[in-house]
């Protein structure tokens, strides 16, 4: 008898709610769970997530884009500075023959929306309050055991997707082992609002103490990601909000006028985090629960949307959604492109902490041989929109 479920998705994020309305529309047996509540507004998360062309393309094939495009943001512009000296870097989206580098969209209605438009698909196969305990994986079918207040029942499925973040618990339950690094580093979030608004354009600014981004929201708003060691993130958290704005005016400048913070603060720890194995029978992960990365290069999201529109193509068409050979196909599609992602945003993060003199000089002149380099330029920007990465392992799937 076939399992109840051609996949089983742990984990209602950003990734995993997509993953689970792209493979109901492929027409498969999909059954979502999530240990939080179901979604009744969008929950604060300040954060402005920035959403690559490639991710853009992804969620307007879901029918998902017309439902967040009003509340998005294009970057056109990003000005890239080091303050210890003169290196700086300009991208236009217009160079690189793109309308934008980027869309800036709030995380809370992103996740908020996502998930609406997943439960109206999947019905009563999307289960909240219900926490994934463990998995058997069997021959022709993995069987999940799920815990929904005082109840625990099995469920069976072809295909486990974990979905579940970070931590992970699939993952961990598959033994899967993982290479990580902490940065040490909190990313403070903020939504703030400005006297000299620059339309369209996005500041990385790299100090000593770490990279400080502001990230234009529309009008006068922006979120500035101001990343810390532990201990002074910690601190900075419980300044009031004017000793706040004036943090950020002397480590940013006044390029932008004068700023007001417009909202509560959080923080997020920073690590690398990499699964050794995308796979285990019957079992995939996706999304961060694969790779987690420090969110400098704006890439965590838009490497999961790419894990989920590689999935999709690679088990659309299968009867079996788990077969072994299947997800061995999908695991080398993603490899080049899991690698090189977490490895930029590691690099910019490693190279841009660094107080050593020679390492500041080399960055400043990197940034300044850049900016003289149109050719160069142009390259970043395409790689960056994730088109060519989303072409390259859909493609290799593809039987
Ligand atoms: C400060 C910051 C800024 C960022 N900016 C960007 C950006 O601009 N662009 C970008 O592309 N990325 C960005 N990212 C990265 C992005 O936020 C993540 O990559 C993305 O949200 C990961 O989504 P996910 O669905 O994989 O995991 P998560 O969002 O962690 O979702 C995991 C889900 O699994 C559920 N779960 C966990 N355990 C269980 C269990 N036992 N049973 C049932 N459910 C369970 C959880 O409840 C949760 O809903 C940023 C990250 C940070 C920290």
Redesign the pocket.
Same mark, same amino acid.
Request: aromatic residues 2%.
């Given at each position: 008898m076939p399992p109840d479920y051609d996949a089983i998705v $742990? %984990?209602?994020?950003? $990734? %995993?709610s997509c993953a689970a309305l792209a493979l109901h529309r492929e027409g498969r047996r999909v059954l979502l769970?999530?240990? %939080?509540p179901a979604p009744r507004a969008p929950d604060g998360d300040a954060?402005a997530? $920035?959403l690559s062309a490639a991710s853009i393309e992804i969620l307007r094939g879901l029918g998902l884009w017309s439902r967040l495009e009003a509340h998005a943001t294009a970057i056109r512009h990003i000005r890239v500075s080091d303050r210890g000296g003169p290196g700086a870097l300009a991208l236009d989206a217009r160079d690189s023959g793109l309308d934008a580098m980027g869309w800036a969209c709030p995380a809370d209605i992103l996740l908020y929306e996502l998930r609406v438009a997943m439960a109206d698909a999947l019905g009563e196969h999307v289960c909240w309050d219900?926490?994934?305990l463990g998995h058997r994986a069997g021959d022709d079918a993995i069987e999940i055991e799920v815990a929904q207040g005082d109840t625990v029942r099995m469920l069976h499925a072809a295909l486990l997707i974990g979905?579940?973040?970070?931590a992970s618990?699939v993952r961990v339950a598959a033994g899967i082992a993982t290479d990580g690094y902490d940065y040490g580093q909190h990313?403070l979030?903020a939504r703030v609002e400005v006297t000299r608004p620059q339309p369209h354009t996005a500041f990385e600014h790299f100090t000593r103490e770490g990279p400080l981004a502001m990230i234009p929201c529309g009008g006068a708003r922006y979120v500035s $990601?101001q990343c810390l060691h532990e201990g002074r993130a910690l601190a900075a958290l419980r300044l009031d909000d004017d000793a706040y704005g004036a943090e950020l005016a002397r480590r940013f400048g006044t390029r932008l006028g004068h700023i007001t913070v417009a909202g509560p603060r959080r923080a997020?720890a920073l690590a690398r985090q990499r699964a050794r194995r995308l796979t285990d029978t019957r079992l995939v992960l996706i %999304?961060?629960?694969a790779n987690t990365m420090h969110?400098n290069a704006?890439?965590?999201?838009?490497l999961?949307l790419r894990d989920v529109a590689t999935l999709a193509a690679c088990i659309g068409a299968e009867d079996d959604a788990g077969l072994a050979a299947t997800l061995s196909r999908y695991a080398a599609a993603r490899a080049p492109d899991q690698r090189n992602t977490v490895g930029f945003s590691d690099l910019l993060a490693q190279g841009f902490r660094s107080r050593l003199c020679a390492v500041s000089a080399t960055r400043r002149l990197a940034l300044t041989l850049a900016d003289l380099c149109p050719g160069a330029k142009q390259r970043f920007v395409q790689e960056a929109s994730g088109l060519a990465a989303l072409a390259r392992s859909t493609a290799a799937v593809r039987p």
């Open positions: $742990v %984990g209602a994020g950003l $990734v %995993g769970l999530d240990q %939080g954060r997530l $920035v219900s926490r994934y979905a579940d973040g970070n618990p990313a979030i $990601v997020h %999304g961060n629960a969110p704006a890439q965590g999201l838009n999961g």
